[in-house]
Nanobody, 115 residues
Framework: VQLVESGGGLVQPGGSLRLSCVASGFPFSLYAMTWYRQAPGKERELVAFISSAGGLTTYADSVKGRFTISRDNAKRTGYLQMNSLKPEDTAVYFC?????????WGQGTQVTVSS
């Protein structure tokens, strides 16, 4: 079982990034997916959620209207499109998948928003 995030990096305020989360070793299409983030000295927080088939999405208030979660089950990949980035979006971003009692985490990807 593996979840591998990519797409993080350093971006200026107002910029955009797209994070990817590639899954292997389990039936990705049956699992709901959530992006979390954790900033230094802070607790991990939920950023966005998408159901297994992609028909339901929810967002933290802090990212609504700026971030979009999506998935391509044929490619076993989930995405987080992040626009209008702010310095307070700086964090390590993690993807998580969950189905019943099964949950898996990726290793995280660093996003830094700074001028």
């Amino acid at each position: 079982v593996q979840l591998v995030e990519s797409g993080g990096g350093l971006v200026q305020p107002g910029g955009s990034l797209r994070l990817s989360c590639v899954a292997s070793g389990f039936p990705f299409s049956l699992y709901a997916m959530t992006w979390y983030r954790q900033a230094p000295g802070k607790e991990r927080e939920l950023v966005a959620f998408i159901s297994s088939a992609g028909g339901l999405t929810t967002y933290a208030d802090s990212v609504k209207g700026r971030f979009t979660i999506s998935r391509d089950n044929a490619k076993r990949t989930g995405y987080l499109q992040m626009n209008s980035l702010k310095p307070e979006d700086t964090a390590v971003y993690f993807c998580n998948v969950k189905r019943l009692d099964y949950t898996y985490w990726g290793q995280g990807t660093q996003v830094t928003v700074s001028s």
